[in-house]
C-alpha cells in the first residue's frame, strides 16, 4: 500500500513532465527514421507500464510521438522518381501563389484532373507542382484553371556548403515537381480563390509599393518584397516586422480586446453577463487572422498562446507559461508536421523561450526600460540562434528595433487597419498615412544599413559565436547577480568570440566546384585572396545561379571566363549588374569594358602567396571557331605540392596535345575538373591513365537532357580507382590544403551511399 505522501508527489511529477516529454515525443516523431521512432515508442510503452508515477505522462508522450509520425508519413506527398528525368504530360491545373517576374510567371499549379491517363507517373488530384510560364500572352491570375502541356523534372536544387537548400524546400512546402509550361490548351472556368488571394487583388491599384508594404505587414504576402528590401530588413534584423509573427497576432489580438471592451461597456455597462466578452471576440480574432494568412509555425505558436493566454485572464484556469509553450509546439507541429525544418520554427519557439526566462515571475520595470531591455536580450538570443542557423549578424539590429519596433506597433499597424477601411470602402485617401509611415520607416532602415551592412561570420566561429553569446546573455538574466558580477560574467563569455573575430584561424587553400547545376563554376581561396573560374548560366528568366552562393558576392582578384557559352559565362553579366569588384578578367579573345581584360593564352598566368596559375591553352597562334568548345582557358594550379587542374570544354583532340605539350608537368594531377562536364567528347582513357589523377570531379545539372556525365567516362575513371565527385549527387565539392594534406568533402551525401567520393581512392 501507498503512503499518503506519496500521491503528492507522484501527480506534480506526472503533471509536470506531460507536456515537456510530450514536446519532446513530437519533435521525434517527425525527425527521427523508422527504426530509432521504433525503439523509442518501445521505451515509450516500458516506462507506461513499469513506472507509475511517469505512466500517464508516457502514455500521452506516447500517442503524440505516434500521431506526429503518422501525421508526417501520411500527409507527405509522393514527389516524382529522381529516376525519371525530365516528362512532357498534360494535366488540369488550378494557378495559386502567384509571383510575377518581368518575363515569367512562377506559382503553385495543383492539379485538378488529369486527361492523359496514360502518364508515366502517379496523378492525383491535389497534387502541386512548381511551375513557371514565360512570357505568357494572357493575363494570368489566382484562381484560373487551364489545360496545359507541361514539362516537369524532379525536385532538386543547388546544394552548396552553407547555403539555403531549395530542393529541401520544395519537398517541406509539398511540391510533387518543378517545371515550366509548355503549352497551355484551353481555359476552363475558374476555381474558387482564398480570402487572402482576393484581398491581395484589391491592393494592385494601388501605388506599387505602398500596395506590396501592405500586403506583405497585413497579410503575410512576403513574396510581394522586391530582393533589395528583404536585404535592407535583413541588414537592420527587421526581418520580422514583416513575416506575420507573434507581433501581428499580439496587435491584432491587444487591438479588438481593447475596442471589443470599450463597445460593450458602453452597450452594457452594468451587464455581468458580457464581461468575458471582450477576450471571447479576441480570441475569435486570432483564429480568424490564422486562417487568413496561413497556419505557419510562428502564426500557430502565436496564436496557442494567445489563446491560452486569453482564457487565464479571462478568469479560467488553464496551464502555466511553461506548459502553454510546449503545448504549443506540441500541437503546431500536430498542425504541421514539416515545422521543425524551417528556422522560423525555431527562431519562433527561441524567442519566446527567451521572453519567459527574462521575465516571469519578476516585476515589470517601466515602459522604457522594460522596451530596452527586452530588445537586448532577445538581440543576444536572436544574435546566436542567426549566428549559428545562418552564419551572419546584424550590428545595428539592436538600436533600429528600439525605434522601429514601437513605430511599427504604434504607428503603421493601426495605419495599416485604416488602409483597410478605406481599400474596402473605396477610399484611397486612408491609404496615405499608411504610405507615409511605410516610406519614413524604409529610408530610415536604409541609412542604418549602409552604415552597418550585415555581417557574414566565418564558419569557423559560428560555434563559439553561439555559445559566446547566448551566455551573455544567461549571465544577463540570472537573478540575485550585483551590476559588477553581471559586467564580468558578460565580458568573460564574450572575450573568446573577440578574440576569435580579431584572430581568425588562418584559412588554407580551398578550392571549391559549386552547384550551379548544368555549368561550372570554381572558386579559390586563399588568405583573403579570392579567383574565380568560370560564372555558370543564365537562365531565360534573367536569374543565373551563381546569385545563390553568396548573400553578397565578395570581390574578386581575378576572374576566368573559358569560353563563351552560357553555362560558363552567363553569371558574369549578373556580376556586373551587382556591382561586384573582378580587378581582371581573363577570357579566350579580349574585349573592352571597365574592368581590365586579359586573353588567357598558353604558358601566361600569375603567382600569389607561393600559388602560381599557369594558362595552358588555347596556344598563342591557335585560330579557332569562336563558338568551340577547343576555345576554352586550360588553367593548372600548382600550391605547395599539389596541383588542380580545370579543363574547361575541350575536346580529347585538345587533351592529347596538352599531354604532348606539357607530358610530366601534368602528370599526378590531384585534382581535375573533368572537360565538358564529363562528356565523351572528353576525358580521353590515354590521357586519364597519364594524369592519374586522384579526385576528379563532374559539374553536371541534374537529370540533365545531354547524359553528362557519360557511362564510358565515369567508368574510365572507374578503371584507374580515381575518386569521383559529382555535383548533381554531391553538390558543392570542397577540397582544402592543411598541413600537408589534401582533405575533399561534399555539401550533401547522395542517398544510400557512404559519405566521400564515388569509386576507391588512387593508390598513390
Given at each position: 500500500?501507498?503512503?499518503?505522501?506519496?500521491?503528492?508527489?507522484?501527480?506534480?511529477?506526472?503533471?509536470?513532465?506531460?507536456?515537456?516529454?510530450?514536446?519532446?515525443?513530437?519533435?521525434?516523431?517527425?525527425?527521427?527514421?523508422?527504426?530509432?521512432?521504433?525503439?523509442?515508442?518501445?521505451?515509450?510503452?516500458?516506462?507506461?507500464?513499469?513506472?507509475?508515477?511517469?505512466?500517464?505522462?508516457?502514455?500521452?508522450?506516447?500517442a503524440?510521438?505516434?500521431?506526429?509520425?503518422?501525421?508526417?508519413?501520411l500527409?507527405?506527398?509522393?514527389?516524382?522518381?529522381?529516376?525519371?528525368?525530365?516528362?512532357?504530360?498534360?494535366?488540369?491545373?488550378?494557378?495559386?501563389?502567384?509571383?510575377?517576374?518581368?518575363?515569367?510567371?512562377?506559382?503553385?499549379?495543383?492539379?485538378?484532373?488529369?486527361?492523359?491517363?496514360?502518364?508515366?507517373?502517379?496523378?492525383?488530384?491535389?497534387?502541386?507542382?512548381?511551375?513557371?510560364?514565360?512570357?505568357?500572352?494572357?493575363?494570368?491570375?489566382?484562381?484560373?484553371?487551364?489545360?496545359?502541356?507541361?514539362?516537369l523534372?524532379?525536385?532538386?536544387?543547388?546544394?552548396?556548403?552553407?547555403?539555403?537548400?531549395?530542393?529541401?524546400?520544395?519537398?517541406?512546402?509539398g511540391?510533387?515537381?518543378?517545371?515550366?509550361?509548355?503549352?497551355?490548351?484551353?481555359?476552363?472556368?475558374?476555381?474558387?480563390?482564398?480570402?487572402?488571394?482576393?484581398?491581395?487583388?484589391?491592393?494592385?491599384?494601388?501605388?506599387?509599393?505602398?500596395?506590396?508594404?501592405?500586403?506583405?505587414?497585413?497579410?503575410?504576402?512576403?513574396?510581394?518584397?522586391?530582393?533589395?528590401?528583404?536585404?535592407?530588413l535583413?541588414?537592420?534584423?527587421?526581418?520580422?516586422?514583416?513575416?506575420?509573427?507573434?507581433?501581428?497576432?499580439?496587435?491584432?489580438?491587444?487591438?479588438?480586446?481593447?475596442?471589443?471592451?470599450?463597445?460593450?461597456?458602453?452597450?452594457?455597462?452594468?451587464?455581468?453577463?458580457?464581461?468575458?466578452?471582450?477576450?471571447?471576440?479576441?480570441?475569435?480574432?486570432?483564429?480568424?487572422?490564422?486562417?487568413?494568412?496561413?497556419?505557419?509555425?510562428?502564426?500557430?505558436?502565436?496564436?496557442?498562446?494567445a489563446?491560452?493566454?486569453?482564457?487565464?485572464?479571462?478568469?479560467?484556469?488553464?496551464?502555466?507559461?511553461?506548459?502553454?509553450?510546449?503545448?504549443?509546439?506540441?500541437?503546431?507541429?500536430?498542425?504541421?508536421?514539416?515545422?521543425?525544418?524551417?528556422?522560423g520554427?525555431?527562431?519562433?519557439?527561441?524567442a519566446?523561450?527567451?521572453?519567459?526566462?527574462?521575465w516571469?515571475?519578476?516585476?515589470r520595470?517601466?515602459?522604457?526600460?522594460?522596451?530596452?531591455?527586452?530588445?537586448?536580450?532577445?538581440?543576444?538570443?536572436?544574435?546566436?540562434?542567426?549566428?549559428?542557423?545562418?552564419?551572419?549578424?546584424?550590428?545595428?539590429?539592436?538600436?533600429?528595433?528600439?525605434?522601429?519596433?514601437?513605430?511599427?506597433?504604434?504607428?503603421?499597424?493601426?495605419?495599416?487597419?485604416?488602409?483597410?477601411?478605406?481599400?474596402?470602402?473605396?477610399?484611397?485617401?486612408?491609404?496615405?498615412?499608411?504610405?507615409?509611415?511605410?516610406?519614413?520607416?524604409?529610408?530610415?532602415?536604409?541609412?542604418?544599413?549602409?552604415?552597418?551592412?550585415?555581417?557574414?561570420?566565418?564558419?569557423?566561429?559560428?560555434?563559439?559565436?553561439?555559445?559566446?553569446?547566448?551566455?551573455?546573455?544567461?549571465?544577463?538574466?540570472?537573478?540575485?547577480?550585483?551590476?559588477?558580477?553581471?559586467?564580468?560574467?558578460?565580458?568573460?563569455?564574450?572575450?573568446?568570440?573577440?578574440?576569435?573575430?580579431?584572430?581568425?584561424?588562418?584559412?588554407?587553400?580551398?578550392?571549391?566546384?559549386?552547384?550551379?547545376?548544368?555549368?561550372?563554376?570554381?572558386?579559390?581561396?586563399?588568405?583573403?585572396?579570392?579567383v574565380?573560374?568560370?560564372?555558370?548560366?543564365?537562365?531565360?528568366?534573367?536569374?543565373?545561379?551563381?546569385?545563390?552562393?553568396?548573400?553578397?558576392?565578395?570581390?574578386?582578384?581575378?576572374?576566368?571566363?573559358?569560353?563563351?557559352?552560357?553555362?560558363?559565362?552567363?553569371?558574369?553579366?549578373?556580376?556586373?549588374?551587382?556591382?561586384?569588384v573582378?580587378?581582371?578578367?581573363?577570357?579566350?579573345?579580349?574585349e573592352?569594358?571597365?574592368?581590365?581584360?586579359?586573353?588567357?593564352?598558353?604558358?601566361?598566368?600569375?603567382?600569389?602567396?607561393?600559388?602560381?596559375?599557369?594558362?595552358?591553352?588555347p596556344?598563342?597562334?591557335?585560330?579557332?571557331?569562336?563558338?568551340?568548345?577547343?576555345?576554352?582557358?586550360?588553367?593548372?594550379?600548382?600550391?605547395?605540392?599539389?596541383?588542380?587542374?580545370?579543363?574547361?570544354?575541350?575536346?580529347?583532340?585538345?587533351?592529347?596535345?596538352?599531354?604532348?605539350?606539357?607530358?610530366?608537368?601534368?602528370?599526378?594531377?590531384?585534382?581535375?575538373?573533368?572537360?565538358?562536364?564529363?562528356?565523351?567528347?572528353?576525358?580521353?582513357?590515354?590521357?586519364?591513365?597519364?594524369?592519374?589523377?586522384?579526385?576528379?570531379?563532374?559539374?553536371?545539372?541534374?537529370?540533365?537532357?545531354?547524359?553528362?556525365?557519360?557511362?564510358?567516362?565515369?567508368?574510365?575513371?572507374?578503371?584507374?580507382?580515381?575518386?569521383?565527385?559529382?555535383?548533381?549527387?554531391?553538390?558543392?565539392?570542397?577540397?582544402?590544403y592543411?598541413?600537408?594534406?589534401?582533405?575533399?568533402?561534399?555539401?550533401?551525401?547522395?542517398?544510400?551511399?557512404?559519405?566521400?567520393?564515388?569509386?576507391?581512392?588512387?593508390?598513390?
Amino acid at each position: 500500500m501507498h503512503s499518503m505522501g506519496e500521491a503528492p508527489f507522484h501527480r506534480p511529477l506526472q503533471s509536470a513532465m506531460t507536456l515537456p516529454l510530450a514536446g519532446l515525443s513530437a519533435l521525434a516523431g517527425v525527425t527521427l527514421e523508422t527504426m530509432m521512432l521504433f525503439w523509442l515508442a518501445l521505451t515509450l510503452a516500458v516506462l507506461a507500464v513499469i513506472a507509475r508515477p511517469w505512466r500517464w505522462a508516457a502514455v500521452f508522450a506516447l500517442a503524440v510521438l505516434m500521431l506526429s509520425g503518422l501525421d508526417l508519413r501520411l500527409r507527405a506527398p509522393e514527389p516524382m522518381p529522381e529516376s525519371m528525368g525530365t516528362v512532357t504530360l498534360e494535366r488540369v491545373i488550378r494557378i495559386e501563389a502567384l509571383e510575377r517576374d518581368p518575363n515569367r510567371v512562377r506559382f503553385r499549379g495543383r492539379v485538378d484532373t488529369c486527361p492523359d491517363k496514360r502518364d508515366l507517373i502517379a496523378c492525383k488530384p491535389g497534387q502541386s507542382y512548381r511551375l513557371s510560364w514565360y512570357d505568357p500572352e494572357p493575363v494570368v491570375h489566382s484562381g484560373q484553371r487551364w489545360h496545359m502541356t507541361l514539362r516537369l523534372k524532379p525536385n532538386h536544387g543547388y546544394h552548396n556548403f552553407n547555403r539555403f537548400d531549395y530542393g529541401a524546400w520544395l519537398s517541406r512546402e509539398g511540391y510533387v515537381a518543378t517545371g515550366y509550361v509548355l503549352a497551355h490548351n484551353a481555359r476552363l472556368p475558374d476555381a474558387s480563390v482564398t480570402l487572402r488571394a482576393r484581398l491581395s487583388s484589391m491592393l494592385s491599384h494601388l501605388d506599387a509599393r505602398g500596395g506590396r508594404w501592405l500586403d506583405a505587414l497585413t497579410l503575410g504576402q512576403g513574396k510581394a518584397l522586391t530582393r533589395d528590401e528583404w536585404e535592407q530588413l535583413r541588414d537592420t534584423g527587421t526581418t520580422h516586422l514583416f513575416v506575420v509573427s507573434g507581433l501581428h497576432v499580439g496587435l491584432i489580438v491587444g487591438g479588438l480586446w481593447w475596442v471589443s471592451r470599450r463597445v460593450i461597456k458602453l452597450l452594457c455597462p452594468l451587464d455581468w453577463r458580457t464581461r468575458r466578452a471582450p477576450w471571447f471576440l479576441a480570441g475569435v480574432g486570432a483564429l480568424f487572422y490564422a486562417t487568413l494568412v496561413g497556419w505557419g509555425p510562428a502564426v500557430s505558436r502565436a496564436t496557442i498562446m494567445a489563446l491560452i493566454a486569453l482564457w487565464v485572464r479571462s478568469g479560467y484556469r488553464a496551464p502555466s507559461p511553461w506548459q502553454g509553450w510546449w503545448l504549443a509546439l506540441v500541437l503546431v507541429i500536430l498542425i504541421d508536421p514539416s515545422a521543425p525544418g524551417r528556422s522560423g520554427f525555431w527562431l519562433s519557439f527561441g524567442a519566446v523561450a527567451w521572453l519567459l526566462l527574462m521575465w516571469l515571475d519578476r516585476p515589470r520595470p517601466r515602459p522604457w526600460v522594460f522596451l530596452v531591455r527586452t530588445q537586448l536580450f532577445l538581440t543576444l538570443a536572436m544574435a546566436a540562434m542567426l549566428g549559428l542557423s545562418h552564419g551572419q549578424w546584424a550590428p545595428i539590429s539592436l538600436a533600429v528595433n528600439l525605434i522601429a519596433v514601437p513605430w511599427v506597433s504604434v504607428v503603421m499597424m493601426p495605419l495599416a487597419c485604416l488602409a483597410w477601411i478605406g481599400v474596402l470602402s473605396g477610399i484611397d485617401g486612408f491609404v496615405l498615412p499608411f504610405y507615409a509611415a511605410s516610406t519614413a520607416f524604409w529610408e530610415v532602415t536604409a541609412v542604418a544599413a549602409r552604415l552597418a551592412p550585415v555581417w557574414t561570420l566565418p564558419e569557423a566561429v559560428t560555434s563559439v559565436w553561439a555559445l559566446g553569446v547566448s551566455g551573455a546573455a544567461l549571465c544577463l538574466l540570472l537573478p540575485g547577480l550585483g551590476l559588477r558580477t553581471r559586467g564580468v560574467c558578460v565580458c568573460a563569455m564574450l572575450c573568446p568570440v573577440v578574440l576569435v573575430l580579431l584572430n581568425p584561424t588562418p584559412q588554407s587553400f580551398r578550392v571549391t566546384v559549386h552547384d550551379v547545376g548544368q555549368g561550372l563554376a570554381v572558386s579559390v581561396e586563399q588568405a583573403g585572396y579570392r579567383v574565380l573560374y568560370d560564372t555558370g548560366a543564365r537562365f531565360r528568366s534573367g536569374f543565373a545561379p551563381i546569385s545563390t552562393l553568396w548573400d553578397r558576392p565578395p570581390a574578386f582578384d581575378e576572374v576566368v571566363v573559358s569560353h563563351g557559352d552560357n553555362d560558363h559565362s552567363g553569371g558574369l553579366g549578373w556580376l556586373h549588374e551587382q556591382a561586384v569588384v573582378m580587378a581582371r578578367i581573363w577570357r579566350p579573345v579580349a574585349e573592352t569594358g571597365a574592368v581590365a581584360t586579359a586573353r588567357c593564352r598558353a604558358g601566361r598566368g600569375w603567382s600569389h602567396a607561393g600559388t602560381r596559375f599557369t594558362f595552358l591553352w588555347p596556344l598563342a597562334g591557335a585560330r579557332l571557331p569562336e563558338g568551340s568548345n577547343d576555345r576554352s582557358c586550360v588553367l593548372l594550379i600548382e600550391h605547395e605540392a599539389i596541383k588542380i587542374l580545370l579543363m574547361g570544354d575541350v575536346g580529347r583532340g585538345v587533351e592529347r596535345q596538352l599531354l604532348e605539350r606539357y607530358g610530366d608537368a601534368l602528370r599526378d594531377v590531384d585534382v581535375m575538373v573533368a572537360s565538358h562536364h564529363g562528356s565523351r567528347t572528353g576525358s580521353d582513357p590515354a590521357v586519364i591513365r597519364a594524369l592519374s589523377p586522384r579526385h576528379v570531379v563532374f559539374s553536371a545539372g541534374k537529370a540533365n537532357r545531354y547524359g553528362h556525365p557519360h557511362p564510358e567516362v565515369v567508368a574510365s575513371f572507374k578503371a584507374l580507382g580515381v575518386c569521383q565527385w559529382r555535383s548533381d549527387l554531391h553538390g558543392a565539392v570542397r577540397f582544402d590544403y592543411v598541413h600537408g594534406e589534401l582533405k575533399g568533402a561534399s555539401s550533401r551525401t547522395p542517398r544510400g551511399i557512404e559519405p566521400g567520393c564515388l569509386g576507391v581512392e588512387s593508390a598513390r
